[in-house]
């Protein structure tokens, strides 16, 4: 609360910027080369987002295989900063902070307007480090680390909630 007040109020345009800046290279667009297994995740799980984003808010997302950047349509993000500049400087705030914690505007649209829960979107941002644990195992320190976010992504919802 205290940084929509004395930060967010007085920085909104460069706040939506970042915020815009990740659906230029949103999670979401960048499905693995392989293996396949991976890959099939990324797709059913990361697919009906980017349609969500399409349908609801007309911001469309291409995406593309590998992780060399692919420009998207500034339409898109234009459109992004404009929903990001629309809201209220408490819901900017917990969005500025939803965003980098999914790495995905679209993820963080969706857990600000409860189309999908904090942790829910939390595990979807995670698919491809849930892939490695599952193949290499867990790691105590990174285990840790993912349980604190999943906890900030679950206190993110709850704002968002108490904001409505």
Same mark, same amino acid.
């Given at each position: 609360?205290?940084?929509?007040?004395?930060?967010?109020?007085?920085?909104?345009?460069?706040?939506?910027?970042?915020?815009?800046?990740?659906?230029?290279?949103?999670?979401?667009?960048?499905?693995?080369?392989?293996?396949?297994?991976?890959?099939?995740?990324?797709?059913?799980?990361?697919?009906?987002?980017?349609?969500?984003?399409?349908?609801?808010?007309?911001?469309?997302?291409?995406?593309?295989?590998?992780? #060399?950047?692919?420009?998207?349509?500034?339409?898109?993000? =234009? $459109?992004?900063?404009?929903? *990001? &500049?629309?809201?209220?400087? +408490?819901?900017?705030t917990g969005?500025?902070?939803?965003?980098?914690?999914?790495?995905?505007?679209?993820?963080?649209?969706?857990?600000?307007?409860?189309?999908?829960?904090?942790?829910?979107?939390?595990?979807?941002s995670r698919?491809?480090?849930?892939?490695?644990?599952?193949?290499?195992? #867990?790691?105590?320190?990174?285990?840790?680390?993912?349980? =604190? $976010?999943?906890?900030?992504? *679950? &206190?993110?919802?709850?704002? +968002?909630?108490?904001?409505?």
């Amino acid at each position: 609360a205290a940084t929509a007040i004395d930060r967010v109020s007085q920085a909104r345009e460069p706040v939506a910027d970042e915020i815009a800046a990740f659906a230029g290279s949103d999670l979401l667009c960048y499905l693995a080369d392989e293996p396949g297994s991976l890959v099939e995740e990324q797709v059913r799980q990361w697919a009906p987002w980017r349609d969500w984003a399409a349908r609801t808010h007309e911001i469309i997302l291409e995406p593309v295989h590998g992780i #060399v950047h692919r420009p998207q349509d500034p339409a898109a993000i =234009a $459109r992004v900063r404009a929903l *990001a &500049l629309g809201l209220d400087d +408490f819901t900017l705030t917990g969005l500025a902070m939803a965003v980098p914690l999914l790495g995905s505007a679209v993820l963080g649209l969706a857990v600000q307007q409860g189309a999908i829960g904090g942790e829910a979107a939390f595990d979807i941002s995670r698919i491809d480090e849930a892939f490695q644990e599952r193949r290499w195992g #867990v790691d105590s320190e990174a285990a840790e680390r993912t349980s =604190a $976010r999943r906890a900030e992504a *679950a &206190l993110l919802e709850r704002w +968002f909630k108490a904001l409505t």
